[in-house]
């Protein structure tokens, strides 16, 4: 292969990287894609692991939702744990808040919300059931539903506390 030919394939591909560089700026990387986005959110029932009973999304009706996926072994559930405490007590009185522990202990969950404090509901998906429904791709992932239970939008990954916000504020108008 001559060097002009050598030079024009790097060229190409040096063009095409550029190109693809300059087309993800502004996305947001967290902002990711889902089946499930303006569909009503899947119906569950769950047993509440902080409390005796069940958590049915139909008797959460006209109440918007804040759905949170999370684990104890994951390091960034645990670094989002404060800012969700912090979202719970700040808007707790219009937006119902539920944890839903993916793929972890009872015993280890406890131990954790022991230790941390838990301010909402938290719900215990052994089999991932939950999870599969709503599509999880990894934790944490956070849901945010409105009073007609619609999937507003999702955030997949350790979210702060000004993106809460953000999200939050679609589902609360």
């Known amino acids: 292969m001559n060097?002009?030919?050598?030079?024009?394939?790097?060229?190409v591909l040096g063009a095409a990287f550029f190109i693809a560089v300059m087309l993800s700026f502004g996305n947001d990387p967290h902002a990711v894609p889902f089946m499930l986005e303006g569909k009503p959110a899947p119906a569950f029932s769950m047993k509440r692991l902080d409390a005796d009973g069940t958590v049915?999304?139909?008797?959460?009706?006209?109440?918007?939702?804040?759905?949170?996926?999370?684990?104890?072994?994951?390091?960034?559930?645990?670094?989002?744990?404060p800012v969700l405490e912090w979202a719970a007590k700040k808007y707790g009185n219009?937006?119902?808040?539920?944890g839903v522990v993916f793929e972890d202990?009872?015993?280890?969950?406890?131990?954790?919300?022991?230790?941390?404090?838990?301010?909402?509901?938290?719900?215990?998906?052994?089999?991932?059931?939950?999870?599969?429904?709503?599509?999880?791709?990894g934790v944490p992932e956070t849901y945010f539903i409105d009073r007609n239970h619609v999937i507003v939008s999702k955030y997949a990954a350790p979210i702060n506390m000004s993106t809460?916000?953000?999200?939050?504020?679609?589902?609360?108008?």
């Not at 060097?3 to 060229?11: C, D, E, F, K, S």
């Open 3 to 11: 060097r002009n030919v050598i030079l024009a394939i790097v060229g």
């Open 164 to 173: 809460f916000d953000k999200h939050i504020a679609q589902i609360l108008k």
């Open 94 to 98: 219009d937006a119902v808040f539920i």
């Open 105 to 137: 202990t009872e015993e280890a969950t406890k131990k954790f919300l022991a230790q941390r404090g838990s301010s909402f509901q938290q719900l215990y998906d052994p089999q991932s059931t939950m999870a599969v429904d709503y599509g999880v791709t």
């Open 56 to 81: 049915n999304l139909a008797d959460l009706k006209g109440k918007p939702v804040v759905l949170n996926f999370w684990a104890t072994w994951c390091g960034p559930c645990a670094q989002e744990h």
